[in-house]
């Protein structure tokens, strides 16, 4: 199993849209509808924020979003906020019960 | 709501055990079709699923880390532990208790907020 990739970092101004691509393989991204999104604040739980590829739990912004084509995956953000600003990893089923995620992203809100 | 906890040793000296808890509030660590996982983060590097346990008992684990990896429940004090022997430098991380989802079990729906473990002597 290696790491899911993922940019490093990337940034935008309030307002913006951003999206943070999430390559695998067709071993895990490619083979399951089963990408799910988390975001990390310093010093706070992970929150779940979007699951099953592009849906979205109860309570987190419809400003984010889930999309999926082929062996990658993205989140994109719309109308960016101050409070957007953390990391955010990908995650994937990689079959025979075991998970991957990405390396993760840190999003800068300029 | 659901709430999760990690507690445990801050630093273990290399090849000893690591061993982690994660108290559960806010609901039964027995009830439901629920997986109590755990998950770790090496500074500087990604998320790492280490691996999970039913409450049922039975485990998946990385297959990386299976050799040295012991999730358990304690139903009487609705807790879950981590045990990773023969511990090195590359195991410290910021080490992270989860649930599954009560609809589906492959992700991660409610985490703790981790706790740093330092491998050093």
């Known amino acids: 199993q290696s790491a899911l990739t993922q940019p490093a970092s990337v940034s935008g101004s309030p307002g913006q849209s951003i999206t943070i691509s999430c390559t695998g393989t067709s071993s895990d991204v490619g083979s399951y509808s089963l990408v799910s999104w988390y975001q990390l604040h310093p010093g706070k739980a992970p929150k779940l924020m979007i699951y099953e590829d592009n849906r979205r739990p109860s309570g987190v912004s419809k400003r984010f979003s889930g999309s999926k084509s082929g062996n990658t995956a993205s989140l994109t953000i719309s109308g960016l906020q101050a409070e957007d600003e953390a990391d955010y990893y990908c995650c994937s089923y990689a079959g025979s019960y075991s998970w991957v995620f990405g390396g993760g992203t840190k999003l800068t809100v300029l | 709501q659901v709430q999760l906890q990690e507690s445990g040793p801050g630093l273990v000296k290399p090849s000893q055990t690591l061993s982690l808890t994660c108290t559960v509030s806010?609901?039964?660590?027995?009830?439901?079709?629920?997986?109590w996982s755990w998950i770790r983060q090496p500074a500087g590097k990604g998320l790492e699923w280490i691996g999970r346990m039913f409450t049922s008992g039975s485990t998946n684990y990385n297959p990386s880390l299976k050799s040295r990896v012991t999730i358990s429940l304690d139903t009487s004090k609705n807790q879950f532990s981590l045990k990773l022997s023969s511990v090195t430098a590359a195991d410290t991380a910021v080490y992270y208790c989860?649930?599954?989802?009560?609809?589906?079990?492959?992700?991660?729906?409610?985490w703790g907020q981790g706790t740093l473990v330092t491998v050093s002597s």
């Open positions: 806010g609901g039964s660590i027995s009830s439901g079709t629920y997986y």
């Open positions: 989860a649930r599954s989802s009560e609809y589906s079990t492959y992700y991660f729906e409610y």
